[in-house]
């Protein structure tokens, strides 16, 4: 993973020179009245061309809107280019792409995911990879950014955004009522947080399981990588470790000791990723736990309450191998191409992605609390709260479960986790189903 040096591009790029970039318009003269139609007298390069896209920016984060604007400023720009979106929900996007892929019909443009979530469409050789375009941004994503979205040595995608998945929200005022006033920075003090504010008929942390994905992805990867260590994943894939192993179980452990003292809501599994915002927000809950990307939401938007709310990591555990500070992040957003775009669909989508993701979609998502992987200036308006989420994310490097892990393993962790909430399964059980997923892909 190529998180902290990203961070670190990111601030230092704070001084350096903006960079602008220009965007023009296509739009051609009327055609003359000749007797021919407009379309034969047309240059082939201004005639109407059409791209499909595939996205999953159906939830109403800040940052899903400034894409979506984005996308229709290119359209007025380039009137000869029209792209059709297709708005698909998160929980159902990948496999969606995936079977495109199996049956060599996908979109021509589409949100491509990065690490083994692309190994599926590099098999299938649906991708076309973008390095004859990549000196378009060799002044403001350095390799590092890049890393994620680059197989064999060539590029398919570049990121819009770095994303922490493990970020807590708390509620200080809640947290000090029970004797906190600063979030404990060992899992024992944390535990013992917990207790008192369940024993206060608060909810302690408020999740939204619905999707699934949330306990795997944000909960798990922060546990795991305190108990485990950082390379505990990919010592997985190479077969130097399994997810039987004393190090895994433990960590499996620890959210059934936190589920068995009720310290989520108990609609988890029914509540969504975005109704548990709100959730928080209405003080239901004292924390939650999710991604960074909804920075905005809390804080930087929140005039009345954005100051009582602070961000955490989850904290060091005794006798852990992994290294406190660490948050698990991953690049995000890059849109891949289909190797099927040729002539003037092809232009059409490389003009697209130049304007796209150009020095001005990165500062407008650093206006808006959205962490970069670009070395752009810092604009004016950067909120305090961007400086403080990269303060505390400076030291991560933790991976997160689903970027690394095949599908099949996800889905068998993300079945364990419910199995555990409705104390259906011990850890011990869900550590071996997930090793018999992992000991399949590998034959």
């Known amino acids: ?96 792409l995936r079977t495109e892929a199996a049956g060599n019909s996908m979109p021509d443009m589409f949100i491509l995911y990065p690490g083994v979530d692309m190994d599926p469409f590099i098999d299938a050789g649906v991708l076309m990879p973008l390095d004859e375009i990549m000196d378009t941004w060799k002044d403001i994503l350095p390799p590092q950014s890049l890393g994620g979205y680059k ?67 944000t909960v798990m990867s922060a546990v795991e990588d305190r108990i485990a260590g950082t390379d505990f994943l990919t010592k997985v894939k190479q077969g130097q470790a399994k997810f039987t192993d004393a190090d895994y179980v433990k960590a499996l452990g620890i959210f059934d000791e936190l589920t068995k003292l009720d310290a989520f809501n108990a609609d988890l599994n029914t509540m969504d990723e975005v109704q548990v915002q709100d959730y928080f927000l209405q003080k239901k809950s004292a924390m939650t736990m999710t991604s960074s990307t909804i920075d905005t939401k809390f804080r930087v938007s929140n005039a009345e309450g954005g100051a009582n709310i602070g961000i955490a990591l989850f904290p060091s555990i005794d006798g852990g191998k992994g290294t406190a500070g660490k948050s698990a992040g991953v690049v995000q957003y890059g849109i891949g191409l289909s190797k099927e775009l040729t002539g003037a669909k092809k232009e059409a989508a490389y003009k697209f992605l130049k304007y796209f993701y150009s020095p001005e979609l990165y500062q407008n998502l650093m206006s808006k609390g959205i962490v970069v992987p670009a070395k752009v200036e810092m604009p ?54 997930m090793q018999e997923a992992m000991d399949k892909v590998k034959k």
């Open 380 to 433: 004016a308006d950067t909120s305090k709260y961007l400086k403080e989420m990269l303060e505390l994310t400076k030291s991560g490097d933790a991976l997160v479960f689903d970027s690394v892990m095949p599908a099949v393993v996800k889905d068998s962790i993300e079945n364990g986790l419910q199995a555990i909430t409705m104390k259906q399964k011990t850890p011990e059980q869900i550590a071996k189903e």
């Open 1 to 96: 993973m190529i998180h902290g040096v990203i961070r670190k591009s990111v601030l230092a790029a704070a001084s350096a020179a903006l960079l602008t970039i220009t965007a023009c318009s296509n739009g051609a003269e009327p055609a003359k009245e000749t007797g021919k139609t407009q379309a034969s007298t047309q240059p082939a390069s201004k005639q109407q061309v059409t791209l499909t896209f595939e996205e999953n920016w159906s939830t109403p984060n800040v940052d899903n809107q400034l894409y979506k604007e984005r996308i229709q400023k290119f359209q007025q720009l380039n009137p000869d280019i029209k792209i059709e979106m297709q708005d698909i929900p998160s929980a159902q996007y990948r496999t969606k």
């Open 151 to 217: 197989v064999n040595g060539k590029q398919y995608a570049v990121p819009t955004k770095m994303t922490f998945v493990d970020i807590i929200y708390y509620h200080k005022d809640m947290l000090a009522k029970v004797g906190y006033n600063e979030f404990p920075k060992t899992y024992a003090d944390f535990l013992d947080m917990v207790k008192k504010l369940k024993a206060s008929g608060v909810t302690p942390m408020g999740i939204g399981n619905k999707n699934r994905w949330p306990l795997q992805s």
